[in-house]
Antibody, heavy 120, light 108 residues
Framework: QVQVVQSGAEVKKPGASVKVSCKAS????????IQWVRQAPGQSLEWMGW????????KYSQKFQDRVTITRDTSASTAYMELSSLASEDTAVYYC?????????????WGQGTLVTVSS | ENVLTQSPGTLSLSPGERATLSCRAS???????LAWYQQKPGQAPGLLIYAASSRATGIPDRFSGSGSGTDFTLTISRLEPEDFAVYYCQQYGSSPLTFGGGTKVEIK
């Protein structure tokens, strides 16, 4: 069965970076994409970016363009999202989700979420 | 970007009642690429509907989606206790992908 498992919670200081991992199993990793979405406390969902797990192509939301990097390791069936220059407003649960290979797709399997807390 | 507005913000209903949730887009959603997700407290969202009206695998037929262009609806025909949750619409017809603000369906 398809599973998407994320790394554990992180606490970071302002100005630091965080790297969240997303390990997929139960399907051919390179045949799909991984999308990243975040949810601030009590708020809605916000799309951050996408990676085609097959060819490594990426697309980022303009809001995060300068601070986010999404990569993947096909040998480990794992995608990564790194966000730099963290501020308190980046405190949120970060989700990865499987999408179709192209950018314009819905998300059918989601990770459990990773809480990132930014605090001095 | 295509802004999605969901209404109402909160829907107070009893089990067995019908729920009608609205999602309105600021621009026409290309190819009716609109999805609905359900999120329960402390959990990740789960896919209910894609392409405006197609149910995801394993989703009961009391959930149905309809609409086109800029106006979309999620209907739950008879609320079960496990359906009380927050529902989000998402458009994936254009980049950036965007989500609505959510509708909370609570027990009356």
């Amino acid at each position: 069965q398809v599973q998407v498992v994320q790394s554990g919670a992180e606490v970071k200081k302002p100005g630091a970076s965080v790297k969240v991992s997303c390990k997929a199993s139960g399907y051919i990793f390179s045949g799909y994409a991984i999308q990243w979405v975040r949810q601030a406390p009590g708020q809605s969902l916000e799309w951050m970016g996408w990676i085609n797990a097959g060819n490594g192509n990426t697309k980022y939301s303009q809001k995060f363009q300068d601070r986010v990097t999404i990569t993947r390791d096909t040998s480990a069936s794992t995608a990564y999202m790194e966000l730099s220059s963290l501020a308190s407003e980046d405190t949120a649960v970060y989700y990865c989700a499987r999408g179709g290979r192209e950018l314009l797709n819905f998300f059918d399997y989601w990770g459990q979420g990773t809480l990132v807390t930014v605090s001095s | 970007e295509n802004v999605l507005t969901q209404s109402p913000g909160t829907l107070s209903l009893s089990p067995g009642e019908r729920a009608t949730l609205s999602c309105r887009a600021s621009q026409s959603v290309s190819t009716n690429y609109l999805a609905w997700y359900q999120q329960k407290p402390g959990q990740a969202p789960g896919l209910l509907i894609y392409a405006a009206s197609s149910r995801a695998t394993g989703i009961p037929d009391r959930f149905s989606g309809s609409g086109s262009g800029t106006d979309f609806t999620l209907t739950i025909s008879r609320l079960e206790p496990e359906d009380f949750a927050v529902y989000y619409c998402q458009q994936y017809g254009s980049s950036p992908l965007t989500f609505g603000g959510g509708t909370k369906v609570e027990i009356k």
